[in-house]
């Protein structure tokens, strides 16, 4: 059996004393990508939080390598480093004075005191390195605030694949990209995933996307309501239970132009 | 030469003079790394009211034969427990918190000044006293800012990454609510630090102009904070210069040089300046 990278059981979480998120389980195998899906208000982006320990949850047993979050939603120090979050967004305000090559170094350095001048060993060729893999090379000495949405997602996955982790989370990481951005970015994941051997968790609602790209799927209506493989979770008669009766996949292919 | 350097020379042949400058350039150096942090964060209000609420706890200090370190400290964190705990717990807007609770603590020490029979001189404390310097207060002041400017140097990437995003921040492993509380106890330090050149009123131009005025200059954050140091050191020797020349105060004239810098900065500055931006929309 693979090893579990993520075990989430019984997780309960309450908004002004409504359970919004309510007695799920799941468990992420080693260099699985599971999508999360669900209608707006469903609880993704609850559970996430409450695995990445930002939202306080009520019950639950959560797990990152077999170490379990504490009741404060802190990883024990064994695993901190692991995880690796990407966002909606950032809450990146006016021009925050770090450029991409600054912030993807923080990526390497593990937290705690340090003198600003001492670069551990390799530091400078482990970013130059994650800048080439994901493509950023030429943004390195830019400001992180003059960024476009698909540079600034590039350059978060630089920040991710600049050390070795285990996992990543993706809270519809794809929101606000056009199509061509959204298409590089999820074959850059792809390829970043195979090659780093990261588990990912990722909330979606881009269903076709899903269907291409994840090996399970987890359907969330305040509860789990269905999960397995895409083909398994994501019929035409699973999708209905899930969004409502009047739920139509939508598809969408181009013709070629004349 | 000697009839432009007179002016200049003949104010440091007192050691008093030579005191306050050694001792408000060091000072100066402090708020101004810490101010890069407060500008980015968005904290000003923040400084205001720690700088202002650790008041009680210095005249405590002070009656006590404690150094007023401790007492600061103790009021600076707990003005910032209060007002996490009263915004948590009512409607209350975190600003309308924010100034409630700081001109309470302030209150508090001006009662407590007027009924504790001490040596603590009001308008000291208040404005300054950066010509009367005691052995006792160099040494105090010293050590404060050297554990101040250790600490920011030492995790300047964890504050950093604080003040960038604070989620984020947490979920990469950061203690984000020690880091929170971390800051605000360097403010705390710093207002005490401060205290002896500018005062508990002025000290928030102290951690926040120099900030300011470097951020329209730079936007490299190590430049930033070298242009924030330059700026707070060279406005403190400028201001003791000129108390000194005009007979005026000395924490006055530190902050009226340190905004007149910002409003210069302002208008002139290569990219950000009002000038520059008229010039290419």
Sequence with gaps: ?258 | MDLLLAPLLQPMEMVFMQRALAIGVVVAVVCAVLSCFMTLKGWALMGDAVSHAVLPGVVIAYALGLPFALGAFVFGVGSVGVIGTIKQHTRVKEDTVIGLVFTGFFALGLVLISKIRSSVDLTHILFGNLLGITDADLVQTLVISAVCLLVLLLLRRDLLLFCFDPTHARTIGLNTGVLHYLLLTLVSLTAVAGLQTVGIILVVAMLVTPGATAYLLSDRFDRMTWLAVLSAVSATVLGIYASYWFDASTAGCIVVVQTLQFLLVMVLAPRHGLLARRRSP
């Design chain 1, 1 to 258: 059996m693979a090893e579990l990278v993520l075990q989430v059981r019984g997780l309960r979480v309450l908004r002004d004393g409504v359970p919004v998120v309510d007695d799920v389980s799941f468990a992420l195998p080693a260099e699985s990508d599971t999508a999360l899906v669900g209608p707006n208000g469903a609880g993704k982006s609850t559970v996430v939080a409450a695995v990445l320990g930002l939202l306080p949850r009520q019950a639950g047993d959560v797990r990152l390598l077999g170490q379990p979050l504490s009741p404060q939603g802190r990883w024990p120090r064994s695993v901190r480093t692991q995880v690796a979050y990407l966002p909606q967004s950032l809450a990146v305000e006016g021009r925050f004075p770090l450029t991409v090559r600054d912030f993807v170094g923080f990526g390497f350095d593990p937290a705690g005191p340090r003198w600003p001048w001492s670069g551990a060993a390799g530091r400078r060729q482990a970013i130059e390195r994650a800048l080439e893999r994901t493509q950023c090379s030429a943004l390195s000495a830019r400001l992180i605030s003059e960024l476009s949405g698909g540079q600034w997602k590039r350059v978060q996955l630089a920040f991710c694949v600049v050390r070795p982790r285990r996992l990543l989370v993706l809270d519809e990481a794809q929101a606000g990209l056009d199509a061509p951005s959204s298409e590089r970015f999820q074959q850059l994941l792809l390829d970043l995933r195979r090659q780093e051997g990261w588990t990912v968790l990722q909330v979606s609602h881009d269903l076709e996307m899903v269907r291409r790209s994840c090996d399970q799927v987890l359907c969330l209506n305040r509860q789990l309501r269905c999960s397995g493989s895409p083909d398994h979770a994501l019929s035409a008669q699973r999708l209905a239970e899930l969004y409502g009766p009047g739920y139509v996949p939508y598809q969408h292919h181009h013709a070629p132009l004349p």
